[in-house]
């Protein structure tokens, strides 16, 4: 690998390393672009399927066409997933080793490892559904009043 190449593998190292959440591929394009602006986006994705072969970074697997997220964090651990804003999230659950032991009918099948991601709403938009709700409540009174007056 030539030292431009490592040049650029680290720079999206780094700014996966550097993000708190499991940021997106256009995401981590976004954060190296700001800071090195002659960078491609193909160079970054290139990259980060390199780094995720390495095993410097793990992708975090999504159902359907949804937008892998990458995760600076390398142990085994299980994401939350908000089907509203697509935020992913870790799980505090330890990793159920024994869970392959448990499966039946794998027909000698051998189970390396397992993902879970668990499906639901994060805080943020389960307020902000809560006050759009509240919202339409009140127009929703409001109209009654309004018939009820007329
Ligand atoms: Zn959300
Ligand atoms: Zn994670």
Do not use: W
């Amino acid at each position: 690998m030539n030292r431009r190449r490592t040049i650029q593998r680290d720079l999206v190292l780094a700014a996966v390393r550097k993000s708190r959440t499991h940021p997106t591929a256009d995401e981590i394009f976004a954060s190296v672009v700001d800071e090195h602006p002659s960078i491609s986006k193909a160079t970054v994705y290139r990259n980060l399927n390199l780094l995720v072969d390495e095993g410097l970074v793990r992708r975090v697997p999504l159902p359907g066409t949804l937008p892998d997220h990458f995760d600076r964090t390398l142990d085994e651990h299980y994401h939350v997933f908000c089907e509203y804003c697509g935020k992913v999230s870790d799980v505090d659950l330890p990793y159920q080793a024994d869970l392959a032991a448990r499966i039946e009918g794998m027909d000698g099948f051998e189970v390396f490892r397992h993902e879970i991601v668990f499906h639901g709403v994060c805080p943020e938009c389960k307020a902000k559904i809560k006050a759009e709700k509240s919202a339409k409540e009140c127009i929703g009174n409001g109209t009654e009043r309004f018939e009820d007056g007329s």
